[in-house]
């Protein structure tokens, strides 16, 4: 199997291996890697967000890791624009572009293209959420069909965030959410692409998820969660929803102890990992699926 010529995207839940998986693939095939992980970006949560170690930097080179400040807003377009200008530049270089993360949207962004909408105002968002919450989910639900009856049947009552979202693009731009998902197109060919999807069975997924909570204890992730809560970030920043940083807050004002503050990121990150391998059965069905027992035979086979 020859992948050289490819750009290569590795997705799986949290706690999986895909970044030793990565920098073993990267080895062979003189790869470097591209991070997709929405909070690995920030310089800030080196810890928390499980970012690879310095020894596996100066093995292989490692791009889109720990530059954006938490002070700053980084969304899934900056993202694209960087990751396509640094696929390129590898391909300049003769490097094999390895892309690796679990945020699902990042990969949606670069293998689909993303949505290019233009900015609504904050008042007119802030109205439709007011909106929602004065008519609660089934009667808000009820209006945006009245108002975009396309939406039927493709997006669900409980899907708050995109409903909302679909109310405000239909009254701010006349068009449909779905009118503005057509015309997305990626920078990239579809056959330019490898997709891989790993497989960790659920067992090992929940030993490995509680190993690495206990990793980043001792290496001092409430020091550098205590370190984020000095800065007085917005509530609304997105570095507040990592996982652990409201429960190492809590640990912090001594609302819990350290067993219960391990056992609620514990449950946090399964919860997430189920999320992810959700999002991965519905958006991601032509990848290649390899199980993390048989990542060493799949590596054999590479040319």
Do not use: C
């Not at 809590?250 to 503050?261: A, D, N, T, V």
């Not at 519905?282 to 199980?291: H, L, P, T, V």
């Amino acid at each position: 199997m020859d992948l050289k010529s490819k750009i290569i995207l590795i997705y799986g839940p949290t706690a999986s291996g895909k970044s030793q998986f990565a920098i073993k693939l990267a080895k062979k095939i003189n790869g470097e890697i591209i991070n997709a992980d929405s909070m690995q970006v920030y310089k800030q949560l080196k810890i928390l967000s499980a970012r690879p170690s310095q020894k596996e930097y100066q093995n292989i080179k490692h791009h889109l890791y720990g530059f954006q400040s938490v002070k700053g807003n980084f969304s899934t377009g900056d993202w694209l624009k960087l990751v396509n200008k640094k696929i390129l530049e590898l391909k300049k270089r003769k490097k094999v572009p390895i892309v690796v993360g679990g945020t699902g949207l990042y990969f949606k962004a670069l293998t689909n293209g993303l949505v290019n909408i233009p900015n609504i105002p904050l008042r007119l968002r802030n109205k439709v959420r007011i909106l929602h919450k004065t008519l609660g989910s089934s009667k808000f639900y009820s209006s945006l069909l009245k108002l975009d009856p396309s939406v039927r049947n493709r997006l669900k009552v409980s899907d708050t965030q995109r409903v909302i979202r679909a109310y405000e693009i239909k009254l701010f731009t006349k068009k449909s959410i779905f009118q503005w998902f057509k015309n997305t197109q990626s920078s990239f060919s579809e056959n330019n692409f490898y997709k891989i999807l790993l497989y960790i069975p659920k067992d090992k997924l929940l030993t490995k998820i509680r190993l690495r909570i206990d990793k980043m204890i001792k290496l001092g992730v409430i020091a550098e969660v205590k370190k984020l809560t000095m800065m007085n970030l917005h509530k609304d920043k997105m570095i507040n929803k990592a996982l652990g940083v409201e429960e190492i807050k809590q640990y912090l004002k001594k609302e819990i102890k350290k067993k219960r503050l391990i056992e609620n990121i514990s449950i946090k990150t399964r919860q997430y990992a189920k999320r992810q391998k959700t999002w991965a059965r519905g958006q991601f069905k032509d990848w290649n699926e390899i199980k993390v027992d048989e990542i060493d035979n799949f590596l054999q086979k590479i040319i």
